[in-house]
Nanobody, 123 residues
Framework: VQLQASGGGLVQAGGSLNISCAAS????????VGWFRQAPGKERDFVAG????????YYADSVKGRFTISRDNAKNTVYLQMNTLEPEDTAVYYC?????????????????WGQGTEVTVSS
């Protein structure tokens, strides 16, 4: 499966942004999808994940209650709605896919990666 993340940009603190991950090349509903982010000089961290059906979602504590992950398998797309953004959310956001049925939070569980979309939150 090939993944293409988009929708990043510059937003003020307290604002919102909705980023997308479009998939192609394989049956999208075979895959769970995760969002990860990497700030300059830091490791790539898990942000949110969603099961193949969309029934199960899971989040990092730092974004719980502010971010919402969803998917539309008919459109082969996963979304990350980010609200109440903070400067600490500034990073390149990557989507990734896995055939694992577990609620994977480790980047090593994901075998397919998109190229990333940059999100900058100004204070």
């Amino acid at each position: 499966v090939q993944l293409q993340a988009s929708g990043g940009g510059l937003v003020q603190a307290g604002g919102s942004l909705n980023i997308s991950c479009a998939a192609s090349g394989s049956t999208f509903s075979d895959f769970a999808v995760g969002w990860f982010r990497q700030a300059p000089g830091k490791e790539r961290d898990f942000v949110a994940g969603i099961s193949w059906s969309g029934r199960t979602t899971y989040y990092a504590d730092s974004v719980k209650g502010r971010f919402t992950i969803s998917r539309d398998n008919a459109k082969n797309t996963v979304y990350l709605q980010m609200n109440t953004l903070e400067p600490e959310d500034t990073a390149v956001y990557y989507c990734a896919a896995t055939r694992s049925t577990a609620s994977a939070r480790s980047l090593y569980a994901y075998h397919y990666w998109g190229q990333g979309t940059e999100v900058t939150v100004s204070s």
